[in-house]
Nanobody, 126 residues
Framework: QVHLVESGGGSVQAGGSLRLSCSVSGIIFSKYYMTWFRQTPGKEREGVASIWTDVDSAYIDSVKGRFTISRDNTKNTLYLQMTDLKPEDTAMYSC????????????????????WGQGTQVTVSS
């Protein structure tokens, strides 16, 4: 069975930092594109950051320079280091996976991914 389990969420004040983790099992992790998404009630899910290799990653404009996505293929784990957090970053953050034989054409588009975790809540107060 495939499992994606997120952790590391919490409540922080604006300007603070959090590091999210996504532990993956049941797939050959290194052969999957991995992406972090976030969603708030009443809004569409938004792709935040995506990674294939250390030199192949993508971010939405609103987090560039503040968030860093990384992966450790030896630990089957995806990370999202978030700094200078803002209240508008408040959301449920989920990780998602897409296999390399079905590489996403649009890396931050949720319909490109078919394996999802349950999510971890991030709340940023002003």
């Amino acid at each position: 069975q495939v499992h994606l389990v997120e952790s590391g969420g919490g409540s922080v004040q604006a300007g603070g930092s959090l590091r999210l983790s996504c532990s993956v099992s049941g797939i050959i992790f290194s052969k999957y594109y991995m992406t972090w998404f976030r969603q708030t009630p009443g809004k569409e899910r938004e792709g935040v950051a995506s990674i294939w290799t250390d030199v192949d990653s993508a971010y939405i404009d609103s987090v560039k320079g503040r968030f860093t996505i990384s992966r450790d293929n030896t630990k089957n784990t995806l990370y999202l280091q978030m700094t200078d957090l803002k209240p508008e970053d408040t959301a449920m953050y989920s990780c998602a996976a897409a296999p390399d034989w079905k590489a996403p054409r649009q890396r931050l588009r949720d319909l490109e991914y078919n394996i999802w975790g349950q999510g971890t809540q991030v709340t940023v107060s002003s």
